[in-house]
């Protein structure tokens, strides 16, 4: 069942990307058309070519771009997630990335300057304010 | 004579146009009619596009959901035999809520088909992958959870979708294109979220954990029903009990039953209840900022906050809320700086809470709510 879904979407976007280059191409030719109108002297014939052609071609790479843009948007990126250690004796902290098993208030690794356990005090993720500005 | 033949060559032109021009009237009355007759026809197929677009990204998040549980599993679990075939077995599973016509008992109904689930998804955990300790065992089920949530939402889009194509019903299409927007942000939610669990990272909704981890640290911890943990921490000259779910496991407890083991052990002589919790917060309120307030601060079905209601109304116990705004996708995805840091100014808000309404040698239940993965104590 999700098979057939698939294969239909993947057609209709290769139907959809041959209309888009359908359009340009016909676009492109309209603009040459204007050119060679342009060369006899029927100036407003080539006006209209040209304009009909400089629509098709804005048309079809916007929406082309779209497409584009919507593939790339899928993409799930991963926040880097870091996880603070310290040392309640020497109080020396390390951070570094998140592994797996690593969890809040975690006792284990040696410290490097003492030797003693040290606890995991802080796992989270630094969000970049790029699109939040509340 | 090169003015008059400019002028010669003018009027050609405008004869050819004259010649042509019914040719772009004729077009532009073509395309007026269209829009008049089919205009609402090409909208329903522009939603349709864009309803496509979506469902194509949902499918996208669903296998990538799927893909992620069984390698989890593959990794951890060392299963005998290729687990791809339960997990998508398990990814249909439902549950039919109880009957409500008589609402009497119906919270009791639905606890106990919670907890038929809760145990069936469990045993089904470990026939998947057999080498898991508990907490592995924690985190796999609630990431198998988060990649059903994603299976259930994909189901539905494309139902909706296919129906839409199938009657070219506006409406059918239009109701699904209008929510659409909040559907693929709760999508993408669970996608990180679904993440988070299989790595065993804390989530957002975990802060009231953190906070009572906070508390409870340096302790003596004992174990209470169900999946808790409770350490009686002297605070500013007060008694309290500080409550979480079991840690580092995925799991949120049932808080309702701790709550109550405690009041009865303590004979309903508790000052007041603090609860903490993840809220959703409104767009422009700030992540992670901290408000307070009265009720029973828990979500889920609803089954802890009624047991929590009813032991409290049995003993007349004041119950207060501290709460860390965040929104659907902070709550599930791992949890953000500006959450972990809020859990010290929850800290602060409790305290002082607590000597505003409280008095020295009393007794406070302090139950940190939410989803305990990543957080020990
Ligand atoms: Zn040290």
Redesign the interface.
Known sequence: M?KT??NA?TR?SSFVLLIIFLTLALSLTALILATTFFGQ?????AG?LLLIGFIGVALSTYVLFQTRR?ML??R?E??P?VTTIECRKCGFKSVRE?Q???????EGEPCQKCNEKMLIT??????KDKE?T? | MAMSSALQ?GLI??Q??EE?SWV?NLLFYVIFVVFIFYGQRIQMYVMLREV??S???L???KD?GRKIAIETIKEIGKPQTDPAVRVDRFLEYFTIGPQSLDPAGVVWKLEHILDIRDVRFKDEVKLMAPATDDTQAHNLENTLEAAMALNFIYKII?HFYLLGKKTLSLYIIMQIQMILPLIMREA?AY??AL?AFA????IGDGAGA?VA?KLM?GHEIRKVPKDCVVATVPIEGRTTFVMKAE??GGNVGKIGDAIKTVIDENEGKIATIIMIDAAMKLE????GEVAEGVGAAIGGPGVDQFKIEESILKHHIPINAVIVREDIGDAV????????ESADKAIERIKQLMLERTKEGDKVIIAGVGNSI????
């Not at chain 1, 797996?100 to 975690?106: C, H, Q, T, V």
């Not at chain 1, 802080?122 to 969000?127: G, H, P, Q």
């Not at chain 2, 422009?284 to 992540?287: D, F, S």
């Open positions: 999700s879904q698939s979407t209709i002297g029927n100036e407003i014939i209209y919507r948007r899928l799930i991963i926040p997630i998140f797996r098993g690593d969890y809040i208030f975690k802080a796992i989270y993720r630094e969000v939040k509340a | 060559n032109q405008l050819l146009f042509y772009f496509e677009g469902l194509f990204k499918k996208y998040i990538e494309r993408e996608a990180s993440k790595y065993g990272q804390p953190l981890a640290r840690g580092p422009g309120e700030e992540v995805s791992p949890m953000r700086k500006e959450i972990f990543g957080i020990g104590q």
